[in-house]
């Protein structure tokens, strides 16, 4: 569910995001297997998520959900914004910047340099911490400033990302939105998404933000050739590449620290994206099987509704977790799904 509201004492942009029902498996530990089916007892899956509200600086456009994992995305002139809950990455901090480091083609910290370049900022009346990022990419400067919370179970992702001169202009008036955000009650299950409310006009905020140009995607070393006939375009928000398919299909590869909830949990977040029906957690899990010839643990499944299918595969290479998400025309998928295949399991 989407809201508006504008109360009287201010006229900032208040948006409210309620997220559709999302169980998840919680594993036992690293690398456990998922439980039973979705409902079977408080350990057996995860709530849904919150409400979330916000005040938008001025400057910045609401882009709304993009139906995946970012459950807000805002642009201030070409610098993107991107708002993604994860499952709790607590503790794996170091990680965290180092997998941002790999994205930008960077050597990783010590333990020590990743501790220090992590620094403390109010994240919804919390204690958050962010980084500071910046490289060369594709011949162009770039700038990615990560911040997160982790928050019962989850851990939020805000980033900044954009020339650097373009982020250094927004940082304040980033910093000041993260102490807006706030956190309601999970959604009822199965409450309908209603059509967004329209906006009230933004009020000026205490540092004006500057548009200026962006840049997503990254440049991280994703094993395999590029098979023929796919060609490199843009990667989006937590992604680290994307290839056009021929036939209107697409190719998304992304990188992550942890299994992000589980394989049931990814399962059934594809099914949401796919417009399919709620099934348990069982049968989500059961529908993934092992890729032959792949990494121990990699595992694909294959989804179809109607004119449009998908195929994902979930690969874990040197304790991090590559998602392949092979999309489009249900034509195009199958002709190119043992590409793809093939292309998610190549080793370095």
């Known amino acids: 569910m989407v809201l508006v509201a504008v109360p009287a004492c201010r006229k900032a942009e208040i948006r409210t995001y309620v997220a559709p029902r999302d169980k ?100 919804a009346g919390g204690k958050g911490r962010f980084f500071d990022l910046s490289a060369e990419r594709g011949g162009s400067p770039v700038r990615i400033v990560t911040a997160f919370l982790h928050r019962e179970g989850r851990s939020w992702f805000f980033k900044l990302q954009g020339p650097p001169d373009a982020v250094g202009a927004q940082i304040e008036a980033f910093k000041g939105f993260l102490k807006t955000v706030k956190f309601g009650a999970a959604a009822p299950v199965n409450e309908p998404t209603p059509a967004v409310a329209p906006a009230a006009a933004p009020e000026q905020p205490a540092v004006a933000p500057a548009p200026a140009p962006a840049a997503e995607g990254g440049e991280i070393a994703v094993p395999g050739k590029v098979p023929e006939g796919w060609s490199v375009v843009a990667a989006g928000a937590m992604q680290v590449a994307k290839y056009s398919v021929a036939g209107g299909a697409e190719v998304a590869v992304s990188v992550f620290p942890s299994d992000t909830g589980g394989l049931a949990a990814n399962v059934l977040r594809w099914r949401r994206q796919m417009g399919l029906p709620e099934v348990g957690a069982e049968e989500a899990a059961g529908a993934a099987k092992p890729i032959e010839g792949g990494p121990e643990g990699a595992v694909a499944v294959d989804l179809e509704n109607g004119e449009k299918a998908l195929s994902g595969a979930i690969v874990p290479r040197d304790g991090r977790w590559f998602f392949y998400k092979l999309t489009g025309p249900t034509a195009a998928v199958e002709a190119a799904r043992e590409t793809f295949v093939n292309f998610a399991k190549a080793t370095p």
């Open 24 to 123: 998840e498996v919680v594993p036992a530990a690293a690398g456990a297997e998922e439980g039973g089916a979705a409902g079977e007892g408080p350990a057996a899956e995860r709530a849904a998520l919150p409400a979330v509200t916000w005040a938008l600086p001025s400057g910045w456009a609401d882009l709304g959900s993009d139906g995946g994992m970012n459950v807000g995305q805002f642009k201030a002139g070409e610098v993107m914004i991107n708002l993604t809950p994860l499952a709790s990455m607590e503790g794996q901090e170091n990680t965290l910047v180092n997998m941002w480091r790999n994205v930008l083609g960077q050597p990783a910290f010590s333990e020590a340099e990743a501790t220090a370049a992590l620094q403390e900022t109010e994240i």
